[in-house]
Each structure stands twice: as structure tokens, then as C-alpha cells.
């Protein structure tokens, strides 16, 4: 997964002050996972489940709908009214998984980053509520999403600077494997925000989804796209594989990976998803966002 932005700016050192810190929040959650055919029985478990929250805490809802492709319906995920952020991995065998939104988020830069990421991943997804009376299928349970940027530019001003790892519990959540689809919705309650409300905008992102599935026209044919002008890279890599390899002939580093950043200029503006579709007809594993 990838953050969103193109990801301009210094190369990082993912070196943060000590006293420094970002905060890992712990969260009060509850899941619902409804299996049954009526809108409000879903709201009547939507209540119950959110009585078992905490002041502020985060509902998160799943319901099955009819097989889809995540892929095809991810820019439909969180509408025109989303933070821009996009997620969509296609691995084997068979398992799909679009997700659009931020329901809770952290950033992170620094020798620590991993480690806070791993224990914010915990926090999100080990505060369940009570657990739902069946077990939540594989494909339908909630996932915290990592982004690991090979660049870093820590706690500068620039907007498109990206933070050396990014966790994101996303909004909606579209799953599927083979012909089992399950859609989710995560929100935090507060103020406008309800269990009957999220219910209601879960039902209803559903029912558009399933007729969106069916009547989605293929994919068009991607621009064509040409090169511009492209930033020099060669001289810097050099310079940073020699290092490189200085420091692994001195048994300092136990593991290295090399990355070069260059700016392009294209003809047109690339649509990822439209890359991506036929590339997973080839490639066992691949993501976006």
C-alpha cells in the first residue's frame, strides 16, 4: 500500500527525536457482523453493538452482498465526499480486497516507526467488542493497512511529504474470494455520527454497489502514455550504492534495499487502476493505491 500523494520531496533517514514521540490511542471498538436479510434487524443489532462502546468509540459494521469485483468498484467505495485516500490489493488465490476512507490513522517517522505501527495494528484490531455469535470470515475481517515509503521527509511543512510508515484503518472495506463478497463500514460515533446512521449508509452503499456491479462497462483503453522529461537519478544512486556497499563489505548491515526516486513528466495523466487491470491477469500479487 502507498499513501496518497506523489510522494515528492528529500530521501528520508527515518531519524526522529527521542523526545519525540507520536501516540498510539488506544480505541474502544465493536463489531457487527450481520448475516441476516433485513434492514432492521441491522439496525437493531447496530444499536445493541453500539451500547458496548466507550464515549467516541469506533463501530465497525460488515454485510455479505453479491460477488463483485473490488477493483472495478473501488473509485464508487467512499463517493466524492472521501480524503483521497485508496487502497487495493489482488493476491492469490483468489483474494480481493479494495478499501477507501480513513475511519482512524496514524503517521509515523523515526528509528521507533515499525514497532508503533505494529503496536497501533494491535490496539485497532485486538479492542473488538464482544465478538460476533459466528466467526468472522477470513476475507470479511478488518484489516489496518501499512504503507512502508522507501523516501521520508519527517515533520516538514510540505503536504506532499511522506512519513516513513503510514497505518490506516480504512472507512469501507470491500472483500472478496471466489464468489463470497462481504462490504464493511468504520466510523467512529459522536455527534452526528450513529450506529442507526452507519447502518443505514452501509445498507445503502451495498444495494448501489451490487447494481453498480452489473452494469459497469469494461475498462476503455488506457491513453497512450509518453515521457516528457524526466529528473537525472544516476549520478545520486551511484553515490548511494557505493555507500551501500561500504557499509555491507564492513558487516554493519544485516539487510539493505536500494530504492531511486525520479520525477516524470508525462503526456497524460496515468490511471492506476486502469494499469492495474490488466497487470493482474499476469502477476499473481499486486497493489494500489
Do not use: N
Request: hydrophobic residues 45%; glycine residues 8%.
Amino acid at each position: 500500500m502507498g499513501g496518497k500523494g506523489d510522494g515528492r520531496g528529500r530521501a528520508h533517514t527515518f531519524e526522529l527525536s527521542s523526545s519525540i514521540e507520536p501516540r498510539v490511542v488506544a480505541i474502544s471498538w465493536a463489531e457487527l457482523l450481520h448475516t441476516g436479510s433485513g434492514f432492521g434487524e441491522l439496525l437493531a443489532k447496530a444499536d445493541r453493538c453500539a451500547r458496548q462502546l466507550e464515549e467516541d468509540g469506533l463501530l465497525s459494521l460488515a454485510i455479505p452482498l453479491q460477488a463483485c469485483d473490488p477493483l472495478r468498484l473501488l473509485p464508487h467505495l467512499d463517493g466524492v465526499d472521501g480524503d483521497g485516500f485508496r487502497f487495493l490489493w489482488h493476491g492469490a488465490p483468489g483474494l480481493c480486497i479494495a478499501a477507501s476512507g480513513r475511519a482512524h490513522s496514524l503517521e509515523l517517522s523515526g528509528p521507533r516507526r515499525f514497532e508503533l505501527a505494529q503496536r497501533f495494528a494491535r490496539l485497532c484490531l485486538g479492542r473488538l467488542g464482544q465478538a460476533p455469535a459466528r466467526p468472522t470470515p477470513r476475507l470479511a475481517r478488518p484489516q489496518v493497512l501499512l504503507a512502508i515509503g522507501f523516501f521520508d521527509a519527517p515533520l516538514e511543512a510540505d503536504p506532499l511529504a511522506v512519513p516513513g510508515v503510514q497505518a490506516v484503518l480504512p472507512r469501507w472495506q470491500l472483500s472478496r474470494h471466489g464468489q463470497h463478497c462481504w462490504l464493511r463500514l468504520q466510523r467512529p460515533l459522536g455527534g452526528s455520527i450513529t450506529a442507526r446512521g452507519l447502518a443505514k449508509e452501509l445498507w445503502e452503499k451495498a444495494r448501489e454497489l451490487e447494481v453498480l456491479a452489473s452494469s459497469l462497462p469494461d475498462w476503455p483503453a488506457s491513453a497512450e502514455l509518453h515521457v516528457l522529461q524526466r529528473s537525472a537519478w544516476q549520478e545520486r544512486y551511484r553515490l548511494a550504492a557505493s555507500q551501500a556497499l561500504a557499509l555491507v563489505e564492513e558487516t554493519r548491515l544485516q539487510k539493505l534495499v536500494l530504492a531511486v526516486r525520479q520525477q516524470l513528466e508525462l503526456s497524460a495523466h496515468p490511471d492506476p487502476l486502469a494499469l492495474l487491470a490488466p497487470l493482474r491477469r499476469c502477476s499473481a500479487r499486486s497493489t494500489t493505491s
